[in-house]
């Protein structure tokens, strides 16, 4: 008999799919309960959009920012950072996708709005380091020819 019913390797490989499980009820009950385009919808969207980057779904995380972007754009203040912070997270899912320039312009705006906005300044740094690696030519795999 096993003294621990579950080993750590067992907590590490669930915790992404419990957060990402989580996150998918909680946008269900956002769109069921609240009005339309509600900025906490926005919220859980992004969050999921981001779960889903890191794990590798970067094409379903990239339709959920979208929605997300639509429905911060329309609902904030055009200088909000949380429109920023989906601009970068839209970004990162695209560049994932081989689309460079769209991610590029994506992070550039929203470094731009962490800049401008005082309370997430301390954003931009981040924001900026990810611009930084996005530019870098992307590397060759070792032994290619030229």
């Not at 999921?48 to 972007?69: I, K, M, N, R, W």
């Not at 899912?93 to 301390?122: D, P």
């Amino acid at each position: 008999m096993s003294a621990t019913p579950f080993n750590s390797c067992d907590k590490e490989r669930s915790a992404p799919d419990r957060e990402d499980e989580v996150l998918k009820t909680a946008l269900a009950t956002y769109r069921r309960e609240l009005p339309d385009s509600h900025p906490r919808t926005a919220e859980a969207l992004t969050a999921l959009g981001e779960v889903l980057t890191d794990q590798g779904q970067a094409p379903e995380a990239d339709s959920l920012l979208q929605e997300a972007l639509a429905i911060r754009e329309a609902k904030l203040d055009s200088t909000d950072f949380r429109i920023a912070e989906t601009r970068e997270a839209l970004g990162l899912a695209v560049a994932m996708q081989g689309q460079r320039v769209r991610a590029e312009s994506l992070i550039t705006s929203a470094c731009l709005a962490f800049e401008a906005n005082r309370w997430a300044a301390h954003r931009a740094k981040e924001c900026r380091l990810r611009l930084t690696s996005l530019r870098r030519p992307p590397s060759r795999p070792t032994g290619s020819s030229r």
